[in-house]
């Protein structure tokens, strides 16, 4: 069982930046995936990025790329997510998940743990 809790969301002005963290428990995070994904009031769930275990490699949602990084931090049990350039499409609940395996991360498949979410305001 992993529980995953993501902290670091807020209000931010369109340009401003922030960092989401989820903090996951147990000892086999590092055998895990991580996923984030958000969701806008009103739209379904959309991927936003991906990482995979120990030296695997980042995925990320087109209107993401260049902007958003995802990272972690197996020793902390943690996976960031640094959200640059932020604008007002960019605000939405975010939640983390954990998937066992390191393909079709872009789905939410192969997910098995998901957190509650953070919400993220960007105001124009």
């Known amino acids: 069982q992993v529980q995953l809790v993501e902290s670091g969301g807020g209000w931010v002005q369109a340009g401003g930046s922030l960092r989401l963290s989820c903090a996951a428990s147990?000892?086999?995070?590092?055998?895990?995936?991580m996923g984030w994904f958000r969701q806008a009031s009103g739209k379904e769930r959309e991927f936003v990025a991906a990482?995979?275990?120990?030296?695997?490699?980042?995925y990320y949602a087109d209107s993401v790329k260049g902007r958003f990084t995802i990272s972690r931090d197996n020793a902390k049990n943690t996976v960031y997510l640094q959200m640059n350039s932020l604008t007002p499409e960019d605000t939405a609940v975010y939640s983390c998940?954990?998937?066992?395996?390191?393909?079709?991360?872009?789905?939410?498949?192969?997910?098995?743990?998901w957190g509650q979410g953070t919400q993220v305001t960007v105001s124009s």
């Open positions: 998940a954990a998937a066992p395996r390191d393909w079709g991360l872009a789905t939410v498949q192969p997910y098995d743990y």
């Open positions: 990482i995979g275990r120990i030296g695997g490699g980042t």
């Open positions: 147990g000892r086999t995070f590092s055998r895990y995936a």
